[in-house]
Antibody
Framework: QVQLVESGGGVVQPGRSLRLSCAASGFSFSSDGMHWVRQAPGKGLEWVAVISYDGGNKYYADSVKGRFTISRDNSKNTLYLQMNSLRAEDTAVYFC??????WGQGTLVTVSS | QSVLTQPPSVSGTPGQRVTISCTGSSSNIGAGYDVKWFQQVPGTAPKLLIYAYSSRPSGVPDRFSGSKSGTSASLAITGLQAEDEADYYCQSYDSSLSTWVFGGGTKLTVL
């Protein structure tokens, strides 16, 4: 069955960088678009970014455009989110999702000094 | 302010039928873009309940159903059960923003 496992979260100071990973298994990773979605503590879901099956197309929410970069390595069945210039408002649980059908369990990113 | 508007909360008693609305516009639901519904128990990942307005993934009970009318979509839950208590989110694509969008979420309380 589809399995998505996020990693890389943690506590980081404002202005610093962090890279999240999402290890995929149980499906043909190179055939599906992948999303990152986040959820701030006590808040709703916020779409962050999407990447096409081959990495050729990428789209971002305005709130992260220019600071976050989504990428994938189909040879490693892994999705990434490079987060730069982090702000306190980026504090959230970050989920990866296969076409928004299947979701990982999330990884918590806390931006705090 | 979410592009897709949901009521903050709804409630019902066991066995009852409840509906959750998701109001959009001509650049998202009204434009014919797919609508998905998710169920999220606090502290866990969202679970897909409905896609393509009214289709259910395998394993989702037929107590859950979705519909669309104009610029709005709705999720109906019949035969309400205590285990249905959770947060529910609608989701679509917005062509004006060129982004995927979520509703603000609705907390369902089973009384």
């Amino acid at each position: 069955q589809v399995q998505l496992v996020e990693s890389g979260g943690g506590v980081v100071q404002p202005g610093r960088s962090l890279r999240l990973s999402c290890a995929a298994s149980g499906f043909s990773f190179s055939s599906d678009g992948m999303h990152w979605v986040r959820q701030a503590p006590g808040k709703g879901l916020e779409w962050v970014a999407v990447i096409s099956y081959d990495g050729g197309n990428k789209y971002y929410a305005d709130s992260v455009k220019g600071r976050f970069t989504i990428s994938r390595d189909n040879s490693k069945n892994t999705l990434y989110l490079q987060m730069n210039s982090l702000r306190a408002e980026d504090t959230a649980v970050y989920f990866c999702a296969k076409e928004l059908f299947d979701w990982g369990q999330g990884t918590l990113v806390t931006v705090s000094s | 302010q979410s592009v897709l508007t949901q009521p903050p909360s709804v409630s019902g008693t066991p066995g009852q039928r409840v509906t959750i609305s998701c109001t959009g516009s001509s650049s998202n639901i009204g434009a014919g873009y797919d609508v998905k519904w998710f169920q999220q128990v606090p502290g866990t990942a969202p679970k897909l309940l409905i896609y393509a307005y009214s289709s259910r993934p395998s394993g989702v009970p037929d107590r859950f159903s979705g519909s669309k009318s104009g610029t709005s979509a709705s999720l109906a839950i019949t035969g309400l059960q205590a285990e249905d208590e959770a947060d529910y989110y609608c989701q679509s694509y917005d062509s004006s923003l060129s982004t995927w969008v979520f509703g603000g979420g609705t907390k369902l309380t089973v009384l």
